[in-house]
């Protein structure tokens, strides 16, 4: 089914709505560098599920592009990464940025796995 330029738009800010209180309410759970790590693994987990599951596209532009869009955050990854650098060193931000990324892209392969296995 094609999706029309206005409805693709409109469900890709209704996701990121969804997204960006999504994100804001586990950043008043969880503090700091935790909590971004927390949350673009869990983005990533839902993007890789979102990604190979046979959703359609209104679906995807809702839950793949709106909320893990929103709800992933490179910008807070990218400040903590400058934080630690300034706080605890060069060798803290790169261990910081490579935890961050192994995270998200073993949580991407890992929500694809599992789409696939559900929908067989």
Do not use: D, K
Request: with cysteine; charged share 5%; net charge positive.
């Amino acid at each position: 089914m094609s999706v029309s330029p206005l409805l693709a738009t409109a469900l890709v800010g209704v996701g990121g709505a969804l997204g960006a209180a999504g994100r804001h309410a586990v950043g008043l759970r969880i503090e700091g560098r935790r909590s971004v790590l927390l949350v673009n693994a869990l983005g990533s987990l839902a993007l890789g599920a979102v990604s190979a599951a046979p959703i359609g596209s209104a679906a995807t532009l809702l839950f793949g592009v709106g909320f893990c869009g929103a709800f992933t955050t490179f910008s807070s990854f990218a400040v903590g990464a400058v934080r630690t650098a300034s706080e605890t060193g060069v060798r803290a931000a790169a261990t910081l940025a490579a935890s961050n990324l192994a995270a998200a892209l073993a949580a991407f392969v890992l929500g694809s796995s599992l789409a696939v296995a559900v929908a067989g």
